[in-house]
């Protein structure tokens, strides 16, 4: 059974650039949800996915947007980036929309704006 | 809204000795509840979870915990530490019936083991 992996594992960006963080799923879990982790802090919840659609989101302005694949792969766009983006991104996924809060978590992106 | 409050930042224990992480809550119901660790440069991993039932849940790891519907917390606990349970430990939350995984997370407490 292969976990989650998320790509790349680390980036370098500056500030105003875009970044695309990808992540593939659980097999088996079609809900995919991204969280972001700043240093010393708990991760924060950005948004999930579920059939390819958006299933909730957090409070993160529309800068921070998504995408899930038929394969119910994952990605993370963030535009016009803020030195306040610095941390790092989990990807998560679950079975069937559980809504049960048992998330399967990758290791993370972790994400460094200069 | 809700919130988690996990009071103690750092934790220094000795190998061998009891281990208990505090956790707290504010919500309106009883919510669906969580123990994740994070190794160092790992994602996260759950520990245990209660949904309802019995207050007192078991884990991984030799890992327990305990709800406490009048003080509103659910504390982790080990009786017997190892050094590798060094790592990040975060309480969660979630509402019950909720229909997705919008998981509210604590601060998290850092755990030192100290032979």
């Known amino acids: 059974e292969t976990g989650v992996t998320q790509s790349p594992t680390h980036l370098i960006k500056t500030r105003g650039q875009q970044v695309t963080l990808r992540c593939s799923s659980q097999?088996?879990?079609?809900?995919v949800s991204w969280y972001q982790q700043a240093l010393g802090q708990g991760p924060q919840f950005i948004f999930q996915?579920?059939?390819?659609?958006?299933?909730g989101r957090g409070n993160f302005p529309p800068r921070f947007s998504g995408l899930q694949f038929p394969n119910y792969s994952s990605e993370l766009n963030v535009n016009a980036l803020e030195l306040d983006d610095s941390a790092l991104y989990l990807c998560?996924?679950?079975?069937?929309?559980?809504?049960?809060?048992?998330?399967?978590f990758g290791e993370g992106s972790r994400l460094t704006v200069l | 809204a809700q919130s988690v409050t996990q009071p103690d930042i750092h934790i220094t224990v000795s190998e061998g000795a009891s281990l208990e992480l505090r956790c707290n809550y504010s919500?309106?119901?009883?919510?669906?509840l969580f123990w994740y660790v994070q190794s160092p440069g790992q994602g996260l991993q759950l520990l245990l979870k209660?949904?309802?039932?019995?207050?007192l849940v078991q884990g991984i790891k030799g890992f327990e915990a305990e709800f406490k519907r009048s003080q509103s917390s659910f504390n982790l606990r080990k009786p017997s530490v190892h050094w590798s349970d060094a790592a990040e430990y975060f309480c969660?939350?979630?509402?019950?019936?909720?229909?997705?995984?919008?998981?509210?997370f604590g601060t998290g407490t850092r755990l030192t083991i100290i032979p």
């Open positions: 998560a996924s679950s079975p069937a929309g559980a809504g049960t809060g048992e998330l399967f």
């Open positions: 097999s088996g879990h079609n809900t």
């Open positions: 996915y579920y059939r390819e659609e958006e299933n």
């Open positions: 919500y309106g119901a009883t919510p669906y």
């Open positions: 209660y949904f309802s039932g019995d207050t």
């Open positions: 969660a939350v979630v509402p019950q019936f909720f229909g997705n995984e919008k998981l509210t």
